[in-house]
């Protein structure tokens, strides 16, 4: 094997098991909610942002790229800036926080735990998961629900960091996660 992909399994072990044990930081500290932060700014300040469909394809096009873009050279940056003898673990930490593994499994429990109190409950605990409307799910649509949920989540959860950070390390599956939140903010056609 070659030595990127030594360096890179053990680092995304030693970051899975950080997730495992640690789970993510409050919203405040998490780097996806800048993320959204930044998409939300850049949305509505990029030039063309409410003009036709043209103007609107061509802005999009220009966040789609530059925040991506900006935020694989902002990490590497980040890596290469601090000392040598802390960049692993700094590397490590930063990886962990591409994975959602911990608060997937935790949220799963929580429909688990609210079902068994009862339906209304667990119909409420699996609304935090999903977004659809949960009012009308009996206990076997509650549990479906959240096992679809899991099943979906676990791609961008844990699949998708796992594979970006074996070929690019941390600033890649950082990558990942803009454009995982690009995609969840902005990549919807719900606009008129």
């Known amino acids: 094997m070659p030595d990127w992909f030594d360096r890179n399994g053990a680092g995304l072990l030693l970051a899975f098991t950080v997730d495992a044990l640690v789970g993510e930081p409050p919203?405040?500290?998490?780097?996806v909610s800048w993320m959204g932060k930044v998409i939300g700014l850049a949305d509505q300040a990029v030039p063309g942002r409410r003009g036709g469909p043209v103007?609107?394809?061509v802005s999009g096009s220009v966040v789609a790229i530059a925040l991506p873009?900006?935020?694989f050279w902002a990490v590497r940056k980040l890596l290469q800036a601090v000392p040598d003898r802390i960049r692993p673990a700094t590397e490590v930490m930063l990886l962990s926080l591409a994975f959602a593994g911990r608060s997937l499994f935790q949220a799963a429990k929580d429909v688990q735990?609210?079902?068994a109190s009862g339906i209304d409950e667990g119909r409420a605990a699996v609304a935090r998961m999903v977004g659809r409307d949960t009012a009308e799910l009996d206990g076997a649509g509650v549990t479906r629900a959240a096992i679809e949920s899991v099943a979906e989540n676990s791609n961008d959860g844990v699949i998708a960091p796992v594979f970006y950070g074996l070929?690019?390390?941390?600033p890649l599956a950082m990558t990942?996660?803009?454009?995982?939140t690009l995609d969840s903010m902005i990549g919807y056609r719900d606009r008129d």
């Open 55 to 57: 103007a609107e394809r």
């Open 69 to 71: 873009a900006g935020t």
């Open 113 to 115: 735990r609210d079902l």
């Open 176 to 180: 990942y996660k803009m454009i995982n």
């Open 167 to 170: 070929i690019g390390g941390a």
């Open 27 to 31: 919203e405040a500290l998490h780097p």
